[in-house]
């Protein structure tokens, strides 16, 4: 059998209302914005990064600057990927130096993926602090990593994935859980 959708976790209006709440606690645990970046993990970090620099300008009336960050060669698993890793962007058009950093991503899970963009992040330069904001935490951690910022958290089972979609990468907003068995329940 074929993989299949087993649930929608996020519409467009949650997945909207999510990246509010996470501006809203950006600048709560921030004390503002100012001295604030954004760094968007390819691919869909790099959407909702720029999303977030949007609602937290709108908010607190201050341009935020975004980057966008290819964490392929600091992989660890990059062996088991590909002979031919495809390498994106990585893009940083700011000093790094007396800025907090916040990461975006959309799924949190073990954890590999946002070890392998705080080496990636520390290459570019030493920031003041680095927060993490994900869209989903679906659990099953492999390294001692936490998200600062949460829009869904997921309890899911190893058999199962989450699937971001976005507007600005696939045509709409949409965040479905998966059944890797292909046996969805009726």
């Known amino acids: 059998m074929t993989p299949q959708p087993k649930a ?7 997945v909207r209302r999510a990246m509010t709440r996470i501006a809203h606690e950006i600048v709560e645990r921030n004390k503002g914005a100012e001295n604030l970046a954004l760094i968007g993990v390819h691919t869909r970090g790099i959407p909702l990064a720029a999303r977030l620099a949007a609602k937290l300008e709108e908010l607190e009336g201050v341009a935020i600057p975004t980057g ?3 964490i392929t060669l600091y992989r660890d698993d990059l062996s088991e990927i590909s002979h031919q890793p495809v390498i994106r962007e990585t893009h940083v058009p700011f000093d790094l130096a007396r800025r907090r950093v916040i990461l975006v ?6 954890g590999r993926t946002v070890r392998a963009a705080l080496d990636a992040l520390i290459d570019l330069g030493r920031p003041e602090g680095i927060q993490l904001a994900v ?3 679906r659990g099953h951690r492999e390294l001692p990593i936490r998200a600062d910022y949460v829009g869904k958290n997921l309890p899911t089972a ?13 045509g709409l907003d949409l965040v479905e859980l998966w059944d890797l068995n292909g ?3 009726q």
């Not at 991503?105 to 073990?110: F, I």
């Not at 190893?158 to 696939?170: F, G, I, Y």
């Open 68 to 70: 966008m960050l290819d």
């Open 183 to 185: 046996t969805a329940d």
């Open 135 to 137: 869209l989903v935490d």
């Open 158 to 170: 190893k058999s199962e994935l989450v699937k971001v979609k976005l507007l600005e990468t696939d």
């Open 105 to 110: 991503d959309d799924v949190l899970y073990t």
């Open 8 to 14: 929608t976790i996020l519409t467009a209006d949650e």
